[in-house]
């Protein structure tokens, strides 16, 4: 057998080489498509300058102004990060008491270490033992982390939009807010607000989770259907094993025990599950809301079940948590399946 | 546990020619280069595109696969802020190869000086312990066989394309893909397909 399939992948395949690219191949550089890494300021390159005699003087104070200009901008392309407890690895270097992490690296906690995040000016970010997460951008108005693992605790003071946070089963949005947010081994997670607002999305599917709710997240769904911490703990049941459920049968049998659980502060979970039930089940779920909070004027049971936007967006709105509008500008918040 | 290797007519072939030059394909990363060091963030961007997966297999073979990508970061960072330092933009892809290595070394000698974490963290994807074990096996190859086979295998690169990275000759790379197969089935105890 030649060489040429080890060489390019030409001619007769390989089995041994196919079968170690096969396994081997799950190695490959995540970063080959990710942008390249935020730039520091390249060194001034001080044996030219012995030959600029009498204009030293004034080179010199550009090239501090320069200077100033080049630390501000390499600040401002990192977070100050310092060590709570124990000690969190910043990329491969240990840090001890204050750092800074740039675009591109990553956090590490061990067992026993924490550490806090200082999100440019507007929040912090704790990072909870056991967690690893990147900072992936941060700029005027957008930054974003990536949590792998672990925990992370967010106190943001900023319009909505500006801080998110990807996780292998949903991209977490701040709209102005403090939260938790958990990934597992696998890639499931748990977000509990504990102010304002997040939005979590994945694939189009999203889910609006206000202050006292917490909603799962699963790695091949995307996020669950949000609900109340104070809810009846047997309809938060029903309403995961609802959500992670493929079989038709035991969706709706699911769904009825949500139903039958669901109490008067529980519209907003409701409202979520207009547009993700099947389309049989579709009745019950706009009944049981309409028994919870009245269609405001102008809106029609017919026009909720074919998923009118207009109509969804009026009953949000009676929800009392904001209007549908004002979440539009910088994100909708229809679950999948809505018309727009 | 080192493996005793049987050096000699499976010598690795690691040496770069002298005066190679990019190969085509690459007649730009000269201009390249000199708009990277002119301070060109976009050109250094398309040098990062080119060299990211030849400057991860070579941190791959050497390091733990959790601190990697993170090393990645580092090296191109640093080829960054020492560019003016290449005479020959040429020489570009053995300079930051070479970067990588020097940076697995310091890298390796730090974590003796700290605490031990496990070898590989969980997080992600699982990956496969017979996968980690192959890796395990590549890791105690020769250096150039170990990296060549990396940047074929895992990352992928035809032997072209790795031969105008590493600047090593076409034959070389081919040298060591045989050789380094070669070993690496031994190794695992594979009998060749015929």
Same mark, same amino acid.
């Given at each position: 057998m030649?060489d040429?399939y ?7 395949? $390989?089995?041994?080489?196919q079968r170690?690219?096969?396994l081997?191949g &799950?190695l &490959?550089?995540p ?5 390249? !890494?935020?730039?520091p300021a ?10 600029l005699?009498p204009?030293?003087?004034t080179?010199?104070a550009v090239?501090?102004?320069i200077?100033?200009t ?15 407890a ?5 990329g ?22 924490q550490a806090?995040m200082?999100v440019?000016t507007?929040g ?6 056991n967690?690893?997460v990147?900072?992936v951008a941060?700029r005027?108005g957008?930054?974003?982390?990536a949590l792998?693992?672990?925990?992370l ?5 900023a319009?909505?939009?500006?801080f998110?946070v990807?996780?292998?089963s949903?991209?977490?949005? $701040?709209?102005?807010?403090a ?6 081994e696998?890639?499931?997670g748990?977000l509990?607000v504990?102010?304002?607002w997040?939005?979590l999305?994945?694939?189009g ?5 206000p202050?006292?709710a ?5 790695? *091949?769904?995307?996020p669950?259907t949000p609900s109340?911490?104070d ?5 938060r ?5 609802f959500?992670l459920?493929r ?6 049998n699911a ?5 039958d ?8 979970t409701?409202?979520?599950?207009i547009a993700r039930v $099947?389309?049989?089940?579709r ?12 269609m405001?004027?102008?809106?029609t &049971?017919?026009a909720?079940?074919?998923l009118?936007?207009?109509a ?12 549908a ?5 910088? *994100?909708a !918040?229809y ?6 | 546990m ?18 190679a030059?990019?190969?085509s394909?690459?007649?730009? #990363? ?5 708009? @990277?060091?002119?301070? #060109?963030?976009?050109?250094?961007s ?11 297999a070579?941190?791959?073979?050497? @390091?733990?696969r959790?601190?990697v990508? #993170? ?9 960054y ?12 892809g053995?300079?930051i ?20 974490l496990?070898?590989e963290l ?9 996968t980690l074990?192959?890796?395990?096996v @590549? ?5 150039a ?8 295998l ?11 990275r590493?600047g090593?000759?076409?034959?070389s790379?081919r ?9 690496l ?10």
């Open positions: 030649s040429d080890l060489w390019d992948g030409s001619g007769t395949p $390989d089995p041994d080489v170690l690219e096969a081997l &799950r &490959r550089a970063l080959a498509g990710a942008p390249a !890494p935020s730039l390249q060194p001034i390159r001080w044996r030219t300058l012995r030959y005699g204009a030293l003087a080179a010199a090239l501090v102004m200077g100033l080049l630390r501000t901008t390499r600040t401002a392309s990192s977070w100050e990060v310092a060590s709570l124990g000690q969190p690895r910043v491969s270097s240990a840090l001890a008491g204050t750092g800074r992490i740039a675009v591109g690296q990553t956090l590490v906690t061990d067992g026993g270490s806090r200082t440019g507007i912090q970010v704790t990072i909870d033992t967690t690893r990147r900072l941060t005027d957008h930054h974003q982390l792998e693992r672990g925990t605790h967010a106190v943001i003071n319009p909505p939009g500006q998110v990807n996780t292998p949903a991209t977490a949005t $701040d709209l102005g807010c939260y938790t947010l958990h990934v597992d696998d890639g499931a748990y509990s504990t102010s304002g997040v939005a999305e994945l694939h599917r999203e889910s609006l989770v202050v006292g917490s909603c799962r997240t699963d790695a *091949k769904l995307g669950g109340y911490d809810a009846d703990a047997e309809m049941r029903a309403l995961d094993e959500d459920a079989d038709p049968t035991a969706r709706s769904l009825r025990v949500v139903l659980h669901a109490g008067p502060g529980d519209a907003m409701l409202w979520h599950l $099947d389309a049989g089940d009745a019950a779920v706009v009944d049981a809301l309409a028994e919870l909070l009245p405001p004027a102008g809106v &049971r017919e909720v079940l074919r009118d936007a207009a969804l967006d009026q009953w949000w709105n009676a929800l009392g948590l904001g209007e509008s004002w979440w539009r500008n910088f *994100k !918040p679950p999948a399946g809505a018309s727009r | 080192e493996h005793v290797l049987e050096i000699g007519r499976l010598y690795p072939v690691l040496t770069v020619p002298r005066g030059t990019l190969n394909g690459r007649g730009n #990363d000269a201009a390249t280069i000199r708009a @990277v060091a002119a301070g #060109d963030e976009d050109a250094f398309r040098l990062y595109a080119g060299y990211v997966r030849m400057v991860h070579i941190l791959l073979g050497r @390091v733990p959790r601190d990508d #993170d090393l990645v970061q580092d090296v191109f960072i640093s080829a802020t020492r560019i003016g330092e290449l005479r020959d933009a040429a020489a570009f053995g300079w190869a070479a970067i990588a290595r020097n940076r697995a070394t310091d890298y390796l000698r730090q974590s003796r000086e700290h605490v031990e496990p070898e969980p997080g992600g994807d699982p990956i496969e312990a017979e074990a192959i890796l395990d @590549v890791r105690k190859l020769p250096e066989y170990r990296e060549t086979l990396l940047m074929r895992v990352e992928g690169m035809s032997g072209n394309e790795i031969a105008e590493t090593l000759t076409p034959a790379v040298v060591n893909l045989h050789r380094g197969m070669k070993l089935r031994e190794k695992l105890g594979w009998q060749r397909h015929e």
